[in-house]
């Protein structure tokens, strides 16, 4: 008897804009042909109208655009990330109907009552979605839900939907922007939803690649970085990135493999080549490896992920004071003295007062 397996594909984030109109997967579009199920986390909103929110950086693309998921076949789209409101809610409520009209099915938040998650079957196996963001919320007087990472609520999910399939993937935008590390509190998140029976956990947010884990029987991918995007928008000083492939027979995930991914100028994603296939690929094991040998604290990842997280965050800031005047001022001066923002002021002077012991592990490529 012949075993079934089914292989599913995982990308990061997807904006649909690309310059000179070209069609967003058409450097890589064998390679997502080669599934049973595609995933992606669907990082803009498909409208032309709305509100627009007042922030740094709105992400938004035609509804024609859609038409381009469609044709890669995508079967899963997370839709629950901090940028799914950046028009509103005309914005919101647009691209649930543009994904209904394209018959893309969606996960993480939804404007009508019923289920919170889908379920996939392929090759009689059955795979189960959920996806959560850690700005969700609920607006119940207007019907709107955008799922939020809360451990209690994850876990009942989870067992809501564990006996109706084999697996139960789940996306979580989560994390710090543009650093390579989980926080501890992600890892032990993580490793709460698998033991609570999660198969594979998909990680989006921080428009960079991060570690892979293997945990128990599960496999957490922290976060798969950009796929088809403009790195210049998330500040991000990289344009690689990753596709994550995992083979699953009826009772496990029976292997996985990454493949290097470059972004080019257009925005385009393309499978790497020659040496930097392999650098991306060298940069991933080493990445995961700090995921084991029990370096990664909290006093460490606060080290590492200060410089940046300050850097990139004062630039948002000017960017809005200078759009919206007074009122984000004062809105950056309680970022500025938040508790997360103090403990990075000491994780930036403790690692400085370490000088060269401490290795940048920021600037991969």
Known sequence: MVTQ??????????????????????????????????????????????KAAEKA???????????????????????????????????FSNTLDVLYQNDLTYIGANNKP?????????????????????????????????NKIEA??????????????EFVIISLHWGTENVFYPSPKQIN?????????????????????????????????????????????????TNKSIILCLNFDRKKIESYEIISVMIDKDFLPGVAEGKL?????????????SLDDGHLTERWWFEEIAGEYLSSNMKSWIIRIKKYGIRHFFQCIKWLISPF????????????????????????Y
């Open 189 to 237: 998140l993580a490793h709460k939803l698998i033991d609570a029976g999660a198969t594979v956990i998909l990680g989006h947010h921080p428009h960079v690649i991060q570690g892979i884990e293997r945990y128990k029987t599960g496999l957490i991918a922290y976060s798969l970085g950009n796929f088809q995007f403009d790195p210049k928008l998330s500040y991000s000083e």
């Open 114 to 146: 019923g289920k919170n998650y889908v379920i996939l079957e392929r090759k009689g196996i059955k795979f189960g979605f959920l996806g959560y963001t850690q700005g969700g919320f609920s607006l119940p007087e207007k019907g709107i839900r955008i």
């Open 341 to 364: 923002t103090i403990r990075c002021y000491m994780g930036f002077l403790s690692r400085k007062l370490k000088g060269r012991q401490v290795k940048n592990d920021q600037k991969p």
């Open 277 to 289: 296939k392999d650098k991306v690929s060298d940069f991933i094991t080493k990445i995961s490896q």
């Open 57 to 91: 950086v709105l992400l938004y693309s035609s509804p024609k655009n859609a038409k381009h998921l469609k044709s890669a076949d995508f079967d899963v789209l997370n839709i629950a990330n901090n940028h799914i409101f950046d028009l509103g809610i005309e914005g």
């Open 5 to 50: 397996r089914v292989k599913l594909i995982a990308v990061g984030d997807i904006f649909l804009r690309t310059r000179n109109n070209k069609y967003p997967f058409e450097n890589i579009k064998e390679t997502l042909k080669n599934k049973d199920i595609l995933f992606g986390n669907l990082e803009t909103v498909l409208s032309s109208k709305g």
């Open 152 to 165: 209690i609520d994850i876990i009942k999910d989870i067992e809501y939907i564990n006996p109706q399939c």
